[in-house]
């Protein structure tokens, strides 16, 4: 069974930058397609950014394009989320997720998805 611990959260002033990771167990990487959601107080939880498994296919939420980096390790068991320029409406929890398929969606929802993880706060303010 795969299980999926994040990592990486915390409070950030609007314009930084934060590394959220994912750490995976109890199963490889190499042939899930994996995505990172996030849910704000009182919304839904959306997609942000997914990647295959193979890493040559990429999508991002429009809010974030530009801004945030999805990666992979496949190595390591770990995958990235790269988070530059946030601004105060970026802050959320932020889970990362894997799907069976290998693939990522163009549009990131949470069907897709099968496993998930535990979530960590992120929060932009001054």
């Known amino acids: 069974q795969l299980q999926l611990v994040e990592s990486g959260g915390g409070l950030v002033q609007p314009g930084g930058s934060l590394t959220l990771s994912c750490a995976a167990s109890?199963?490889?990487?190499?042939?899930?397609?994996i995505g990172w959601f996030r849910q704000a107080p009182g919304k839904e939880r959306e997609g942000v950014s997914c990647?295959?498994?193979?890493?040559?296919?990429?999508n991002y939420a429009d809010s974030v394009k530009g801004r945030f980096t999805i990666s992979r390790d496949n190595a390591k068991n770990t995958f990235f989320l790269q988070m530059n320029s946030l601004k105060p409406e970026d802050t959320a929890v932020y889970y990362c997720?894997?799907?069976?398929?290998?693939?990522?969606?163009?549009?990131?929802?949470?069907?897709?998805?099968?496993?998930w993880g535990q979530g960590t706060q992120v929060s932009v303010s001054s």
């Open positions: 997720a894997a799907e069976r398929l290998g693939g990522c969606p163009r549009r990131i929802s949470m069907q897709h998805f099968d496993y």
């Open positions: 109890g199963a490889a990487l190499d042939y899930y397609g």
């Open positions: 990647i295959s498994s193979s890493g040559g296919s990429t």
